[in-house]
Nanobody, 125 residues
Framework: VQLVESGGGLVQAGGSLSVSCAAS????????MGWFRQAPGKERQCVAA????????YYADSVKGRFTISRDNDKNTVYLQMNSLKPEDTAVYYC???????????????????WGQGTQVTVSS
């Protein structure tokens, strides 16, 4: 599976941005997906995750109520809608895919099999 993120950019604090991740292949509905971010000097963290059917989601406390993860299995795409952005949301955002037959989402980055190249999100104050 190849993952390609798009939609990053520069936005002012309080603004919104949506990032997308398009996956190659015909078995996208067999992959749980996650969005991770890594800021300079910090560890990569999971900000949101979604199970293979889109029926279960996870959000880190720092983004809960502001970010929304969703997926369209017909379009092989997972999305992250980011609202009320803060300067501390500035990071490189990565999508990741985990092959699974289970209905869980996954938070641990070591669980994931495939990663995108990342897209920069910068929030100015």
């Amino acid at each position: 599976v190849q993952l390609v993120e798009s939609g990053g950019g520069l936005v002012q604090a309080g603004g919104s941005l949506s990032v997308s991740c398009a996956a190659s292949g015909r078995t996208f509905n067999r992959y749980a997906m996650g969005w991770f971010r890594q800021a300079p000097g910090k560890e990569r963290q999971c900000v949101a995750a979604i199970n293979l059917r889109g029926t279960r989601t996870y959000y880190a406390d720092s983004v809960k109520g502001r970010f929304t993860i969703s997926r369209d299995n017909d379009k092989n795409t997972v999305y992250l809608q980011m609202n009320s952005l803060k300067p501390e949301d500035t990071a490189v955002y990565y999508c990741a895919a985990k092959s699974t037959y289970y209905i869980d989402y996954y938070v641990n980055q070591n669980s994931y099999d495939y990663w995108g190249q990342g897209t920069q999100v910068t929030v100015s104050s």
